[in-house]
């Protein structure tokens, strides 16, 4: 078997993994509005340097941005709806961060599957 051959099929296999985790935070954000995502976020940080120098090393790190982010903007509208002040506000926090969080999932799950590496933003 050649040495490129044997690249190729890591590299496949790392996309479909990146994929399984792509579909891991989807079902965990539609069924437990993102509270369970931790899980699969646990498993992009340890197969992150897995994919070291190779495109699919961006989804990781993507999909770890969105998680955090994501987090960062429900910990904003609760801080809203705890204060009482901000309960009107919090109805457009929560649902903005819903819709950014399905972008991102799905632009990343569109990407990896065209081959594109994420923005490193």
Known sequence: MSQQLVLDSNLE???QFARIMYVAHAL???FSVGMLSFIPLIVNYVKRP???GTMVYS???????T????????????ILVITLIGIPLSWIVF????LWNA????????????????PVQ
Do not use: C, Q, S
């Open 13 to 15: 296999d790392a996309k």
């Open 28 to 30: 965990t954000f539609f």
């Open 50 to 52: 897995d994919t070291a």
């Open 59 to 65: 989804h990781h790190t993507w999909m770890i941005r």
């Open 67 to 78: 998680f955090w982010f994501y987090a960062l903007w429900m910990v904003v509208g609760w």
């Open 95 to 98: 649902p903005a961060a819903w």
């Open 103 to 118: 972008y991102r999932l799905i632009k990343g799950f569109v990407d990896l599957n065209n081959n594109r590496a994420m």
